[in-house]
């Protein structure tokens, strides 16, 4: 059976970039949020999801309009949950899958920003949780997504301090300079292959 990492962090802390620096050490990496919007995109789900809202959430090109439902969940707990009570399992049958698909390496990682949040610490053998600087965060996420600072801090306003989440991690990387990144990542492989004596 393969080790399973849980990769976390907020929002604008870098994931991707360690998600890829691990799929260079030949750990498969499944990114929880890029196969959730897939699984979004198939009929039977914009269907499924349709049903929660009054309002129509589907664009005309038959796919949900996801900008539309954050809008709509984000000060709207019920709504929420009724979203992730459709989505969740059709995420988690997926990783499953995909888990089956990979059990030949010895370690794989799934990436998931809301970890924490959603309580599923328990799924892994090691939790790795990268952070940043909240100003660093911001600037990342407001250059990459066009969206304004306040927007940001609000997103993060609804997510775990890095504090809270540091002290339920095994492993924290700060992830400002990318070679000690690199290097740190490296090491973090390391020191589990050595503890799992998987060398």
């Known amino acids: 059976m393969s080790i399973i990492i849980g990769l976390t962090g907020g929002i604008g802390s870098g994931k991707t970039f360690v998600a890829n620096l691990l799929k260079e050490l030949n750990v498969p990496v499944y990114i929880a949020d890029s196969k959730a919007k897939e699984i979004m995109n198939k009929p039977e789900v914009v269907n499924a999801v ?110 775990l301090s890095d504090e809270k989440k540091a002290k339920k991690s095994h492993y924290v990387i700060n992830n400002i300079n990318k070679e000690l990144v690199k290097k740190e990542i490296i090491a973090i492989i390391r020191d589990i292959k050595s503890k799992n004596n998987l060398f």
């Open 50 to 159: 349709q049903q929660i809202f009054e309002q129509n959430v589907i664009t005309d090109k038959g796919f949900l309009d996801r900008a539309k439902i954050r809008t709509i969940v984000f000060n709207n707990n019920k709504l929420l949950t009724a979203l992730n009570n459709v989505i969740h399992p059709l995420v988690k049958f997926d990783f499953e899958t995909w888990l089956k698909e990979n059990e030949s390496y010895q370690i794989i990682c799934k990436e998931t920003a809301l970890l924490f949040e959603n309580e599923l610490e328990n799924d892994f053998h090691y939790v790795i949780l990268v952070t940043a600087p909240e100003d660093v965060r911001i600037k990342r996420v407001v250059e990459r997504d066009g969206v304004s600072e306040n927007d940001v801090k609000k997103i993060m306003a609804k997510q």
